[in-house]
Each structure stands twice: as C-alpha cells, then as structure tokens.
C-alpha cells in the first residue's frame, strides 16, 4: 500500500525544480483500450501517439461501464455513488429516484478538481460533454469552472443542433451556463470543442496556469465523421470483426500491454457471426467501423491544432496532457428497436450506406465491433467485464517519466487526486489516490495486494483486489452470476476461478457487499435492463412530441380497412 507519507515524498520529487503546470485533461467518449495508436489501434492517432512517447501509458486503469458515473468520479475523486451518480440519470429506475447515491447530478457542496484548483489560482476551463446535471447550480460553469461551452446529454448530433434520442427534447447545449439554440453552420463537434478552447485558453501573456479539460464526443453514437477521413478505413475492416477481434489482442502483446501469452476469449455466444451477415449487411458494418475510425481520427487531428496553439504561444513545455476514455465502446445499435426506429424516420435520421457519417445520418457498430474493439476485454460498455471498463490512460509533460508502460492497477478517481498533486491544489476528502509514483517510473503499487476498490452502476458490478476481479453483470448479455478472475494472467477474463479458489471468491464477495452498503449501493429492480429502462422513459416524451406519426401511420392502416369495410357493407345492401 502507498502511505501518505511515501506520496508527499514522491510528489515532492516530482514537483522540485517545475513551475506549477498547465494540464490539458482529454477525455474521449467510448474510446476501447486498444483503439488509440500507441495501443496497438490500426486507427491512425498520430498526435496522442505523439504524447504516449513523451510520457507514460498505462495498460491496468479503470474507469466504471457508463459515462456519467465515470465522469463524476473523474470530477472529483471520489465514488460514482458519493458524488450522486450511481447511474446514468437517464436509466436510473424509478424505484431509485430520491436516493442521494442516485440524484442523477453532482451532490451539494462537493467540490470538483476545477473548484479546486480555481481556488489554487487556476484559470478553469471547458468544453464538450459535462452529462453531470444542467440545472443553475449543476452546470460546469456553477462548479469550478471559469469559461464553459457544453452539452449535458449521454450525447448530441455531431453536425447540427438536434438531440440522438427520443429521450430528449433538444441538445442540451451551454455556453457559460446559459442555454444555446444555434450552433455555427460550419458545426463539426471535435473542430467546435478545439475552437472554442483555443479562444478560452487566448494567447500568450497571462501569468496563471490553466486547467482545459475537453471532453470530445467522439466516439459516441451517432458516429459521424467527414468523408474524408472515413474513406482512409475504406477497405480495412472487410475482413469482418473475429479477426479485428484477433489482431487487436496480438497488437496488444506486441505493444507490452498484456502477457505474451494472455488467452483470447470468444465473442458472446448471443451475438452475430460475420460469416452469417448477407453481403449486404456485411459492406454497411464495414463501412460504420470505417466511419468510427475515422471519427477518432479526427478527434486527434483536432487535438492536434490545440498542440500547436500551445506550442505557437510558448505553454506547451510546461503543460502536462492527461489523455482517457469514459469507458468502453459503445456496443448500443438502433437495429431491432420499433421506438427508436420509428424516432429517426420521423425526425429524418437516415442510415444509408453512401452517406453514412455524414449530416443526417446515424451510425453505429452494433456489439459485435465493440466485442472486437474491446480486445483483448470481455464485452463492452455498459458491462463490468474488462472490455467496458479497462480504459487507455496517458500522461506527458514536465517531470513525466517517458517512454513506459505503467502496470500499476489504477481508477478513475486517481485522476483528480493526481492533478491535486502537480498543481499543488487540495485533495481533501477525496478517495482517489495520486499515480505519482507511476508517472515517475516507479514501480511502487497505487493498490497493494490488500487493497480494493469496487464499481457498479446498473446493476453491472465488480470488486478489485490486487491481481483479483470478480465482476457481475444483468441482462442482456449477463446473467447475474459473480466470477473470479485472476487479471494479471488472464485479462480477457476467459477462466472463472470461483470453484479454484473459493475462500478468495468468498472474501472478496463479501468485500463488495461492505464496500456497497458504505457507498449506498442499491439492488436493482428484478428484471431490470438499462436499455429498455431507457427506452420506457423515451416513450411518454416521443408520444408528446410525436403524436403526429402515430396518427399518421393508424391513418395509413385503418383508412384503408375502413373503405373496405364500407364496400363490402355497400354490396350486401345492394
């Protein structure tokens, strides 16, 4: 275990001799663990890369399986459930509503690491996904930060002004924490988000250090991408996802992230085989897989433009880059859904192949790329198995160790505690812990052999101890039945050791329970599903909003019956 006071002497080191940095904090959306270059990716991410040499990668961080909880604990350094998102607002079930760990916003009077460090003297800034309330006292721009342009939303169009579900009304766009209701024509959501910070951020001449904290919307769904950077994955991804699946886990062992001889797990037996798709099927989630890449790829050409910005005013070499994801990839589709389907014909979304990733269309890469995605994971987002909670992690700047891989065991609430430390702010009450020993080529643990942590949201949910997982999750693909893995051998979660080693399984479920009943860790209702909780909560806005369509379409089918009703009437009186 780190003792405190072995941290403030690393954490001394590490600071002697540097002025306060800058720290630029990226989070991307959905992005998997291997999907970025230095990770093995196929997907070109040059400038991250770029970052991921000058600094430290990390092969063992978590982050919890839903956005918004990971995004709190992120913001403050402290558990999903403490800081009162223990789910996703828009999936809590109903029976929850009212409970401070399920608020489904930040809680009162927890202050956030921009509160923290505004309060050390640092200017504050943000763009992108904020998801962590969008009342008067929620917004960003209430909690720490000085300048905001944001939307509070699991997501929003990439192009236009306009909402991806039927759960909401609009794009909950702010700008300083007054509502938006025109984006520019020119509108390109990871463009925008760079823009604007660059404006924030201003140039050369101020003596405080800043806090950028950009939280792109890439990879989220609807995937959307300009033509021309999907057309550079044209033909990579024919070959179907077993094999994505297959090149992403040996990428991974080339790249020293994981054991050379760290077994693949299989796809879920319930999902999709490519060879069963129709040619057809096949060429369209080729084509969506290409338009993901080349999402992600322009959020890196993006970020790219903020480098230079910071090298053209002088603040590059005393800026420390955190680079991260939420979770894992988003494995959602809108195939099968008689809700959403009916949404999107009615407000004009459109899938077409030809247009895929441009305005007025709606991709996605359905669970099957997600599982291949999530290599050398099992699953995908919105389930606890390594796939939707192993998240990249990268760290360069100033008095960060480069070049190395960090295996130290790591979570998202680590993030803030750590940003405390380099810029001297502090971390009072927070139960993060600080990775400075890692980002100074130590290899001292974050976690020791006895320490732990857990997760859950959703109902999905897992427990840490050193090496050892176990990890439970609920329908569709989960059968709410714990598992034991041993994540040092075995990443991909392939072998159950329940049975093997039972006076551990029963020590760390029992760890679990107390650790939930500590954060206020609710059962979920029996039954309950978070995508069809999502979508009983889209009915009653879609038939206010929609009632239209669905007299339309009873118009469609009951005119005629009724006409043929009334001839037939017609020849018997005749």
């Given amino acids: 275990m780190v003792t405190i006071a072995a941290l403030c002497v690393s954490a001394a080191a590490f600071a002697q001799g540097t002025a306060r940095p800058n720290i630029v904090l990226i989070v991307a959306d959905d992005v998997a663990f291997t999907d970025l270059g230095a990770y093995g990716s196929e997907i070109s991410t040059p400038h991250i890369d770029a970052l991921a040499r000058r600094g430290t990668i990390f092969s063992n961080f978590h982050a919890t399986p839903m956005c918004a909880p990971s995004r709190a604990m992120l913001m403050t350094g402290v558990g999903s459930h403490r ?42 800034y943000m763009t992108g996904k904020w998801h962590l309330g969008h009342t008067p006292e929620t917004l960003p721009s209430a909690r720490g930060f000085d300048r905001t342009f944001i939307v509070d939303a699991t997501g929003a169009d990439n192009w236009e002004h306009r909402p991806y579900l039927p759960y909401y009304d609009r794009a909950e766009w702010f700008a300083d924490g007054e509502p938006v209701h025109e984006l520019p024509e020119d509108f390109y959501s990871s463009a925008f988000l760079v823009d604007r910070m660059i404006d924030f951020i201003g140039g050369t001449g101020a003596d405080d250090p800043f806090f950028a904290y950009v939280a792109f919307q890439a990879i989220h769904i609807p995937v959307q991408a300009p033509r021309e950077f999907t057309m550079r994955y044209r033909d990579v991804y024919d070959r179907g996802w077993q ?32 060879e069963d798709l129709t040619a057809e099927e096949r060429a369209w989630y080729a084509r969506a897989m290409a338009v993901n890449a080349g999402m992600l790829e322009a959020m890196d050409h993006h970020l790219g433009r903020l480098v230079a910005h910071l090298r053209a005013i002088g603040e590059y070499e005393n800026t420390v880059f955190i680079v991260t994801s939420d979770n894992g990839p988003e494995g959602n589709s809108a195939e099968g859904n008689l809700l959403m389907s009916s949404w999107m014909w009615a407000v004009g979304y459109s899938t077409d192949i030809d247009t895929l990733g441009e305005r007025g269309s709606f991709g996605f890469i359905g669970p099957e790329w997600a599982s291949a995605n999530a290599s050398p994971g099992s699953l995908f987002k919105f389930y606890a198995n390594e796939g939707g909670t192993r998240v990249p992690l990268i760290v360069s ?82 059968d709410n039945v714990w598992r034991l893995y041993d994540l040092e051998a075995d990443p991909g979660e392939t072998t159950d050791l329940s049975e093997a080693q039972p006076e551990l399984f029963e020590a760390m479920q029992a760890g679990y329970a107390a650790w939930a009943e500590e954060n206020g860790v609710l059962d979920m209702p029996a039954g309950y599903d978070p995508l069809e909780t999502l979508m009983a909560h889209s009915r009653g806005p879609v038939l ?31």
């Fill in 397 to 478: 700047g100033p008095g960060i160790s480069e070049g190395g891989i960090a295996r130290q065991l790591g979570l998202i609430s680590d993030i803030p505690a750590t940003i405390a430390v380099l810029a001297g702010a502090d971390a009072g009450g927070m139960t993060g812990r600080s990775l400075i020993p890692a980002l100074s080529g130590e290899e001292t643990d974050i976690y020791g052999p006895g320490d732990s942590f857990g997760i859950e949201t959703a109902g999905r949910m897992a427990f840490y101890r050193g090496r050892y997982k176990i990890v439970r999750n609920g329908p569709p693909l989960g």
């Fill in 544 to 574: 206010r909003r929609y009632w239209w369509v669905l007299a339309l379409l009873a118009g469609i089918v009951i005119a005629p019956a009724v006409l043929l009703a009334r001839r037939r009437r017609t020849r018997r009186l005749a």
């Fill in 83 to 124: 800081a009162g998102l223990g789910n996703l607002p828009e999936t809590t079930p109903d029976a929850h509503r009212g409970s401070p760990a399920y608020r489904g916003m930040l809680a009162e009077g927890l202050p956030t690491i921009a509160t923290r460090l505004r309060r050390a003297g640092y200017r504050t």
């Fill in 243 to 274: 094999i994505q699946r297959e090149r992403r886990h040996a990428a991974a062992i080339a790249a020293g992230l994981i054991p050379a001889d760290a077994p693949l797990g299989a796809i879920h037996p319930d999902l999709r085989r490519w």
